[in-house]
Nanobody, 126 residues
Framework: QVQLVESGGGSVQAGGSLRLSCAASGYRYSRACMGWFRQAPGKEREGVASICSGGVPNYADSVKGRFTISQDNADNTLYLQMNSLKPEDTSMYYC????????????????????WGQGTQVTVSS
């Protein structure tokens, strides 16, 4: 049974930083495409960053240069380092993983991912 558990969300002032973590279990982590998504109230869930094991990451234009996605195979954890946070980054952030038959590219389309965590809230105040 695949489980993705996010942590690290919180409240921060604009310009601050947070690091989100996603602990994965029951998943073939050594060869995985995983991503971070976010959803604000009343808005669609959007892709933020994604990566396939050992590959080049993909970022949404809105976070390029500020966010960094990384994987730690030793402890099966996906990270999202978020710097220079802005109020518009306020959202629930979700970790997601593709199935083994998924497209082996770091896509930012939510429908490419079949496993999801419960989310962690990030609030950025101005």
């Amino acid at each position: 049974q695949v489980q993705l558990v996010e942590s690290g969300g919180g409240s921060v002032q604009a310009g601050g930083s947070l690091r989100l973590s996603c602990a994965a279990s029951g998943y073939r982590y050594s060869r995985a495409c995983m991503g971070w998504f976010r959803q604000a109230p009343g808005k669609e869930r959007e892709g933020v960053a994604s990566i396939c094991s050992g590959g080049v990451p993909n970022y949404a234009d809105s976070v390029k240069g500020r966010f960094t996605i990384s994987q730690d195979n030793a402890d099966n954890t996906l990270y999202l380092q978020m710097n220079s946070l802005k109020p518009e980054d306020t959202s629930m952030y979700y970790c997601a993983a593709k199935g083994t038959g998924g497209i082996w590219r770091p896509t930012l389309t939510r429908y490419d991912y079949i496993f999801w965590g419960q989310g962690t809230q990030v609030t950025v105040s101005s």
